[in-house]
C-alpha cells in the first residue's frame, strides 16, 4: 500500500460536534449487484457478510467489534492491490473486496468500518489509521481500524495482520501516522480538514453508491 500525501500528520483525537453520515444499504440490491458482477460466489459471499451483519445485530459493542474483525480476517485472504487488482494502490468496497475473497490491509479496514457503522457503533468511535507497522525487520505502510469508546480513550485496535483486538499501547509494533473517517481528517493541534481531499474516499464512496449504498 502507499501512504497519501498526507503522511506527515500524527494520530490525534479530536472531538466533533458536527454530525456525520450515516451509511446504509439494500440487502437485496447488494446480492443483485454482486451476482451480476462477479457471479454466484460473490453472492454467497454477500450473503454470509449480511448473516453476520444480522447475527451481531444485538450484540454488545464489544461482541460487535469481534464479530465484525473475525469475519473479515476470514473472508479475505491478503495480498498486494499490483496482485488482485493490478494497479499499485486501490481502495475496494466490501463488495469488491468479498468477490475477491482478497484485499490488502485498506479493504480489510474499509469492510470493518462499514460493517459497524452497519450494526450502530457511532461514526465517531471509528477511526481509519495508517501507521508504520514494524513487521520483522521492515518498517512498513499499513492501516488498521481505531475503536474509541469515549474520546479520550485509548483505542483499540483491529488489525489483519493480528487477530486478536488489542489495546493500543499493546501494539508497540504499529506507529501511528494520521488518521480519518467520514467527518474528517484528524490533525496535530486540533484541526481537521475534509475528509474529500483524500481522492480515494471519494472513489470509493461512489462506487459504494454504485453498488446499492446510500449515504
Known amino acids: 500500500m502507499a501512504l497519501p500525501a498526507l503522511v506527515g500528520l500524527c494520530l490525534v483525537l479530536v472531538a466533533v460536534p458536527a454530525p456525520a453520515p450515516a451509511f446504509a444499504f439494500d440487502p437485496s440490491a447488494l446480492q443483485a449487484y454482486a451476482r451480476k458482477h462477479y457471479g454466484a460466489r460473490a453472492e454467497r459471499a454477500v450473503l454470509a457478510w449480511q448473516a453476520m451483519l444480522a447475527q451481531a445485530k444485538g450484540l454488545s459493542e464489544q461482541e460487535k467489534l469481534r464479530a465484525v474483525n473475525d469475519f473479515w480476517n476470514s473472508a479475505l485472504i491478503g495480498g498486494e492491490d499490483i496482485t488482485i487488482w493490478h494497479t499499485v494502490d486501490y481502495w475496494a468496497t466490501p463488495v469488491e473486496s468479498l468477490s475477491k475473497g482478497a484485499g490488502d490491509c485498506e479493504d480489510y479496514v474499509i469492510g470493518k468500518y462499514f460493517s459497524l457503522i452497519d450494526l450502530g457503533v457511532p461514526p465517531e468511535k471509528l477511526r481509519l489509521v495508517y ?39 499493546l501494539r508497540p509494533d504499529l506507529t501511528p501516522v494520521f488518521s480519518f473517517n467520514a467527518r474528517g481528517i484528524y490533525m496535530p493541534g486540533g484541526a481537521r480538514r475534509s475528509v474529500d481531499q483524500i481522492g480515494r474516499w471519494r472513489d470509493l464512496l461512489r462506487k459504494m453508491r454504485a453498488e446499492g449504498f446510500q449515504p
Do not use: K
Not at 508504520?132 to 480513550?153: C, E, K, T
Open 131 to 169: 501507521v508504520r507497522a514494524q513487521v520483522g525487520n521492515q518498517s512498513i505502510a499499513h492501516m488498521v481500524l481505531g475503536y474509541y469508546p469515549s474520546p479520550q480513550a485509548e483505542p483499540l485496535v483491529l488489525d489483519s495482520l493480528v487477530d486478536r483486538i488489542q489495546l493500543a499501547h
